[in-house]
Nanobody, 127 residues
Framework: QVQLVESGGGLVQAGGSLRLSCAAS????????MGWFRQAPGKEREFVAA????????YYADSVKGRFTISRDNAKNTVYLQMNSLKPEDTAVYYC????????????????????WGQGTQVTVSS
């Protein structure tokens, strides 16, 4: 069983920054693929960013590329999402997710590519 706990959400003005954290349980965290997704009211959950266990292979949705950065600290069992230049359309509940077995890049951009999910943290960007 893997537990994921997100933190760092909040209210920020457009153009501002936030850093989300996701703390994971499990001794093999370093082998997980980790992803961030978001879900706005009335919309489906969408892919934001992901990285593989090494942290070298990272993937981003086009809508956040150049503004968001995913990183991980395997010693702390934590994955981060640094969000800069935030826009009102970034407002959503943000979820982190863990994939315990190998997934292709395409699979890591879908909810089906993950085995465990956190409870989510709200990010609200005001205009």
């Amino acid at each position: 069983q893997v537990q994921l706990v997100e933190s760092g959400g909040g209210l920020v003005q457009a153009g501002g920054s936030l850093r989300l954290s996701c703390a994971a349980s499990g001794r093999t965290f370093s082998s997980y693929a980790m992803g961030w997704f978001r879900q706005a009211p009335g919309k489906e959950r969408e892919f934001v960013a992901a990285n593989r266990w090494s942290g070298v292979n990272t993937y981003y949705a086009d809508s956040v590329k150049g503004r968001f950065t995913i990183s991980r600290d395997n010693a702390k069992n934590t994955v981060y999402l640094q969000m800069n230049s935030l826009k009102p359309e970034d407002t959503a509940v943000y979820y982190c997710a863990a994939g315990l077995t190998y997934r292709t890049k395409a699979e890591l951009t879908t909810t089906e590519g993950y085995d465990y999910w956190g409870q989510g943290t709200q990010v609200t960007v005001s205009s």
